[in-house]
């Protein structure tokens, strides 16, 4: 039988009989249990040129897949002032554990029309590319599997099917400004095509050129390839899986960190009253100036339990208005959370970032908590360094300045804080059996902040380590340390406006976590 759309008589035609229709179809709906059943996304990339066929495949696909579990993306260009994160969007659109996602005009259009209209060279063109290398490295790193198609079609066949929708009242509306535009520069776009496809063909996300035959051998062979990738990739995760085994936790080490901090250092309540009004108003002038600069804070805090992020963080929140600042609370993640790669359930807490967003608990989580609790594989918390490290990247690259805090308490005040709140009512919320249960782990979270400050300590994503023993004393150090860096990023210093208190106590600094060098072997 024919498979009819509306573009047939200008793009092409479908004829599949009805028995290789009904074999595909079948294939296709048994695929989709196969991923639901390995619990793990499926990304598929249409790329190519207008009457290539990338549409009437997305049009099959959505036709002949079971919509519940599918989910298709098509994006217009991307505002860099509205969103200058560049992977936000499609951090935030890949599909959950299970499900099957289409990606149209995907992150290599915009290195495609950057380069072939020379608004950035070869090296810009691969700086974009090592992004989107890095982006599908994570996901396949977690299981997605990826399966590029770049259908083509030279210059010639582009001018026959725009004249074809030109001369149609019909199809007309299809023709978009920038098509002939495209079609005059066919040459260039070729040439960036072979770059991009060299330089991001990779086992773990290769790319299928689909450019021989009609259409109904284009989607022929699409489809099989669909099938056959998805169907070998299952059962090698299944094998991966089967030969995983868990290793014995070594003894920890004793953390180093610890060493670099005063945690006897006091502030009375005089002191503490005293110099809170003028850091509030310091950070408030400087967060008034990253505005000015369009530029956004995000602030991230780790600790043990009771360790004083709650009260730091609202200091912090008290300089700036509430419509400037969001505050997330990060508890364990939801199911819809765990069915996708970790880092997605912060992305999509920064779709809509105001001035200052705040983070009680991070990411950090992967190499703290899930480490500790085996929720991660080791695999996958060694992995997890870089891959932060490179999220960090994204986030200061799209105009942020991350800035890190781990507040750290001794174990005994910790044991003071908890029976506290264990006998103080509107505090008994604070404090349950996983509270204890991560106590008598001490020593494992000692040494995954350890490797984490190690790791993670960036120039543009610093860690700062505040003695929070004494909380007062911890909630004035933090903010001073926030206004000093802020000082330092943005080159000013609002300090002349703001007089600083008579008798202002300096405080011990609290030292820049220093990375331990590697003994030689």
Known sequence: MTHHREEDSIEFEVSFSNKEEAEIRTRLIALQAKIREA???????????????????????RDWLDQRQLDLHAYERRDVRKDPI???????????????????????????????????????????????????????????????????????????????????????????????????????????TKKIIRYTDKDYAPWFVIDNGNFTERMRTALDILCSRVETQIEELKKQKKAETKKKAPKPKKPVFVKELDMTAQLSKEEYVEQLPYLRARLNALLTEVKKRDKKVI???????????????????????????????????????????????????????KLLTVFDRTWYGRVLVERIEHFATDTEWKRAYDEINHFEKQLTDGRNIVVKFLLYITKEEQLVRFKAREETDYKKWKIGNEDWRNRDKWEQYDEAFDDMLEKTDTKYAPWFVVADNNKKYGRIQAMRLLCEHLEKVLDYNPCEDIPAPEKEKELPKTKKNKKKKKKSA
């Not at 249409?46 to 066929?53: I, K, P, W």
């Not at 560049?86 to 951090?91: G, L, S």
């Not at 339990?305 to 208005?321: H, P, T």
């Open 39 to 61: 619990n793990i996304p499926v990304i598929i990339l249409l790329c190519g040129v207008n009457g290539s066929g990338k549409n009437a495949a997305l049009g099959i696909l």
């Open 86 to 192: 560049e992977f936000r969007r499609y951090w935030c659109d890949t599909p959950m554990n299970g499900k099957t996602g289409i990606f149209v005009s995907s992150w290599y259009s915009d290195p495609m029309v950057s380069h072939a209209y020379g608004k950035i060279d070869d090296d810009g063109l691969y700086e974009k590319l090592d992004e989107c290398n890095a982006f599908e490295k994570t996901l396949t790193d977690s299981n997605a599997i990826f399966c590029k198609f770049w259908f083509y079609k030279n210059k010639n066949e582009q001018e026959a099917f725009l004249n074809a929708l030109d001369d149609s009242p019909y199809e007309k509306w299809r023709v978009m400004p920038d098509d002939w535009k495209n079609c005059c520069m066919a040459e260039k776009f070729e040439a960036t």
């Open 299 to 353: 602030l991230a805090f780790e600790g043990p339990d009771a360790s004083g992020k709650g009260g730091v963080i609202s200091r912090l929140a008290s300089s700036i208005f509430v419509r400037d600042c969001n505050i997330f609370p990060i508890a364990a993640p939801t199911q819809e959370e765990i069915n996708h790669n970790y880092l997605w359930r912060f992305w999509t807490r920064l779709t809509d970032q």
